[in-house]
C-alpha cells in the first residue's frame, strides 16, 4: 500500500507563493502517473494538477493553468506542485494522490480511481 505525505501548506497574501511537496513511499513512484487535487470547506474534492508516469506531460485545471506547475522527481519518490500568484479562491487543502495503474497517461484521475488512501492534506490559506 502507497503511502502518501503532504506538506509545504501554510498561509500566504494573495500574489504570494507556496511549493507543495508529496512524498511517497511503499510504491515504485516511478512507474506511476500523479496528481494533485484540493477540497475547500462545504466543497467537494476537486482535481488540480496531474502529471503523466514519465513526468512530461502534465494537464492542469482551468482555474489554476498558467500559475501552477506539476512536476514529479523519481529519483527522491517525490512530486511538487509550484503555486505562484495565488488567490483567495486557491485556499484549501490540498492531497496528492497516483493511478493505480503503471505508465498512465495525465489524465488518469478521470476514471476516478486512485493508488492509494487519501492522507491528512496540506492546508493552503490565502488572505486577501
Known amino acids: 500500500q502507497a503511502q502518501l505525505v503532504e506538506s509545504g501548506g501554510g498561509l500566504v497574501h494573495t500574489g504570494g507563493s507556496l511549493r507543495l511537496t508529496c512524498a511517497v513511499s511503499g510504491h515504485d513512484f516511478t512507474l506511476y502517473a500523479m496528481g494533485w487535487f484540493r477540497q475547500a470547506p462545504g466543497e467537494e474534492r476537486e482535481f488540480v494538477a496531474t502529471?503523466?508516469?514519465?513526468?512530461?506531460?502534465?494537464e492542469y485545471a482551468d482555474s489554476v493553468r498558467g500559475r501552477f506547475t506539476i512536476s514529479k522527481d523519481n529519483g527522491k519518490n517525490t512530486m511538487y506542485l509550484q503555486m505562484n500568484k495565488l488567490k483567495p479562491e486557491d485556499s484549501a487543502v490540498y492531497y496528492c494522490?497516483?493511478?493505480?495503474?503503471?505508465?498512465?497517461?495525465?489524465?488518469?484521475?478521470?476514471?476516478?480511481?486512485?493508488?492509494?488512501?487519501w492522507g491528512q492534506g496540506t492546508q493552503v490559506a490565502v488572505s486577501s
Open positions: 502529471v503523466d508516469w514519465s513526468g512530461r506531460v502534465t
Open positions: 494522490n497516483g493511478d493505480p495503474r503503471t505508465f498512465g497517461t495525465a489524465t488518469w484521475y478521470r476514471r476516478g480511481d486512485f493508488l492509494g488512501s
